[in-house]
């Protein structure tokens, strides 16, 4: 069964830094997303990106963040200045079509980060 | 007014039992719903979505909805241990993007 790959499964790094999150998504899904979960909190929405632009983003998603579809298969959110509080699981997850019809999230393994 | 509601639990039932699982939502125009199952420290799994009232049923899961109250449910017959998770209710947000909000989650243990 096709599945969402996420890399790296944890990353560590220093406050400050710049991390870049990699994602596949299912291969024939058009629309993609990122969550974050903070340890014993809920799963938040991020921004969800269609036809190489953004659709929707939270208010969490500030000018730190950004994402972007390099290539036909890989979609990246790049935190540019991590800070203590941005230490969390990101899921990114992809779906066939956005409407309300059956289209629901399929979520990758995640990756857990780590700001010291 | 929070957008999606789940009791955190945890909600414990023994072996072989029916556990009840609740949501509410807020958005009226939300069309539909979706279970998924999250292991400590994994990724959401999705057990079942819903898009009409009533039942609907897959294997030991029984998804309920009631649009007029704003309610969605799920029912796990026969329990197990395995079942031992956080199930998490999701809305389709109104935003037509595709994003799902997501509730809080109930913690459900099955003890043997």
């Known amino acids: 069964e096709p599945e969402v790959t996420q890399t790296p499964s944890h990353q560590v790094t220093q406050m400050g830094q710049e991390v870049i999150l990699r994602c596949v998504p299912i291969?024939?899904?058009?629309?993609f997303y990122w969550y974050r979960q903070i340890l014993g909190q809920k799963v938040e929405f991020l921004v969800s990106?269609?036809?190489?632009?953004?659709?929707?983003k939270s208010e969490i998603f500030d000018d730190q963040f950004s994402v972007e579809r390099p290539d036909g298969s890989n979609f990246t959110l790049k935190i540019r200045s991590t800070k203590l509080e941005d230490s969390a699981m990101y899921f990114c997850?992809?779906?066939?079509?956005?409407?309300?019809?059956?289209?629901?999230?399929?979520f990758g393994n995640g990756t857990r980060l780590t700001v010291t | 007014q929070k957008e999606v509601e789940q009791n955190s639990g945890p909600l414990s039932v023994p072996e072989g039992a029916i556990a009840s699982l609740n949501c509410t939502y807020s958005?009226?125009?939300?069309?539909?719903f979706f279970w998924y199952r999250q292991y400590s420290g994994k990724s959401p799994e999705l057990i079942m979505s819903?898009?009409?009232?009533g039942d609907k049923e897959d294997g030991r899961f029984t998804a309920q909805l009631n649009k007029a109250s704003q309610y969605v449910s799920l029912l796990i017959r026969d329990s197990q241990p395995s079942d031992s998770a956080t199930y998490l209710c999701?809305?389709?947000?109104?935003?037509?993007?595709?994003?799902?909000?997501f509730g809080q989650g109930t913690t459900l243990q099955v003890k043997p």
């Open positions: 997850a992809s779906s066939e079509d956005a409407g309300r019809n059956n289209s629901p999230l399929h």
């Open positions: 291969s024939n899904h058009l629309y």
């Open positions: 990106f269609y036809n190489n632009e953004i659709s929707e």
């Open positions: 958005d009226r125009v939300s069309q539909s």
């Open positions: 819903i898009y009409s009232n």
């Open positions: 999701a809305v389709h947000g109104s935003s037509n993007t595709g994003k799902l909000i």
